[in-house]
C-alpha cells in the first residue's frame, strides 16, 4: 500500500465523518470527533473498517450515547481491542 500522510487521514476521516454524522451531531462536532479519532489510523482502509462499524453501530444506539464518546471508543476498540475491554 502506498504510504498515506497524516494530512490525507485527517481530510478522509473529516469526510467520512461528515457523511456519517450528518444528522446525528453539527458540522462542527463532526470536526471535532474527527480530530480525536485521526491518531487511531495509520491507512485508508483502516478509516474504512472504522467508518463501516460506525455506520452500523450508530443508528442502534443514537438516543442512548454521547456521539462523540462513541465515535472515540470505536475507534478504540478498532485499534487495540485489549485496551477497549479494559475501558
Known amino acids: 500500500m502506498p504510504y498515506i500522510s497524516e494530512n490525507q487521514i485527517v481530510q478522509i476521516v473529516q ?3 461528515n457523511v456519517i454524522l450528518d ?3 453539527s458540522a462542527q462536532d463532526a470536526y471535532e470527533i474527527a480530530t480525536m479519532v485521526f491518531p487511531f489510523f495509520i491507512s485508508c482502509r483502516d478509516v474504512k473498517r472504522y467508518c463501516n462499524q460506525l455506520q452500523f453501530v450508530l443508528p442502534h444506539v ?3 450515547v454521547n456521539i462523540s464518546d462513541l465515535c472515540v471508543l470505536e475507534a478504540i476498540k478498532m485499534a487495540n ?3 477497549y475491554n479494559k475501558i
Open 15 to 17: 469526510d467520512e465523518l
Open 81 to 83: 481491542g485489549d485496551c
Open 23 to 25: 444528522g446525528y451531531v
Open 62 to 64: 443514537k438516543d442512548e
